[in-house]
C-alpha cells in the first residue's frame, strides 16, 4: 500500500492510498475543490507503480472524482446505493476504500 500526502502549493489538502493491485481508497481532502486534482495525482500514481487495472469507490457527491473517472475511460462495476433518513457527513471530498474498474490505457 503506497500513501501520498497531497499538496496544493505548500498546503496539505488531502491524502491518498493507492495499492499495488491499482485501488485507490481511501482518498480525502479537506476542501472539495481540491478533489479533482487529487484523484488524477492517484491515478498517476497507480501507473507509476506499474499497476495491471485501477480502481476507486466514487460516491456520487464526489463530482470532480467522477468527471476524473469518466475522462479516463472509468466504468462502473459494482453499483451501490447509501441511504439515510437524514442527512449526515460531506462525501464531496471523499472517496472510501472500495471499487470500480478500468483498464489503465
Known amino acids: 500500500m503506497n500513501f501520498v500526502a497531497l499538496y496544493s502549493g505548500e498546503e496539505c489538502v488531502g491524502y491518498a492510498y493507492v495499492s499495488s493491485s491499482g485501488h485507490i481508497g481511501p482518498l480525502a481532502v479537506a476542501r472539495a475543490d481540491a478533489l479533482g486534482g487529487a484523484f ?9 507503480i ?7 469507490f466514487l460516491p456520487g457527491a464526489a463530482e470532480a472524482a467522477l468527471k476524473t ?3 479516463h475511460g472509468m466504468r462502473i462495476t459494482v453499483p451501490m446505493l447509501l441511504m439515510s433518513a437524514r442527512e ?4 464531496s471530498g471523499y472517496c472510501p476504500a472500495i471499487q470500480a474498474v ?3 490505457t
Open 40 to 48: 488524477t495525482t492517484a491515478l498517476a500514481l497507480a501507473l507509476e
Open 50 to 56: 506499474g499497476s495491471p487495472q485501477v480502481s476507486a
Open 69 to 71: 473517472a469518466v475522462e
Open 88 to 91: 449526515f457527513g460531506d462525501w
Open 102 to 104: 478500468c483498464d489503465p
